[in-house]
């Protein structure tokens, strides 16, 4: 009986090991594989990340566009506005018409600027949320 329990006590241990040693070199064998895996999903999160960056992004620029078409718009108006007066009066109609749309094209600008300037932030945080998320894949793919 303790000659059984001998040579299943050494079948199991000597199992066991071929079994860890199999693991090791399967483990060895895919960590290629596990680690292009790990960058892949990295990629893929960084970019969508940036997708919904530039999302937000051109929605900001999209309504400082609305915004420069409604300067012109009013523009437009304003200089019909001036056509009646001749001269010197049309001249500083006409320049006065102008700064006007000049000031409504930089507001729209400095909307778009303030608009985007928080997008930064969360993109960068996210990006880094991408990288610590590849970088623990990779630790298991060891």
């Keep these: 009986m303790k000659a059984r329990t001998a040579v299943l006590m050494f079948t ?12 090791d070199v399967a483990r060895a064998q ?15 999160c ?3 990340s940036d997708l919904q960056q530039a999302i937000s ?15 012109n718009a009013t523009l437009a108006s ?9 001269g010197a009066a049309q001249e500083q109609c006409e320049h006065d018409a102008k700064a006007k749309r000049d000031e409504c094209s930089k507001t729209a600008h400095d909307a778009r600027d303030a ?10 945080q996210a990006k880094h949320a991408c990288d610590a ?4 894949c990779h630790k298991m793919c060891k």
């Design 12 to 23: 199991v241990v000597t199992g066991a090991g071929a079994l860890s040693a199999g693991v």
């Design 30 to 44: 895919c960590k290629p594989l596990c680690e292009r895996q790990c960058d892949a999903a990295g990629d893929m």
């Design 46 to 48: 960084k970019g969508q």
């Design 57 to 71: 992004r051109s929605q900001c620029q999209l309504n400082e566009r609305t915004a420069r078409l409604a300067c």
């Design 78 to 86: 304003d200089l019909a506005a001036c056509a009646p007066s001749c």
């Design 115 to 124: 608009c985007t300037k928080p997008l930064n932030a969360p993109h960068d």
């Design 133 to 136: 998320t590849r970088d623990a």
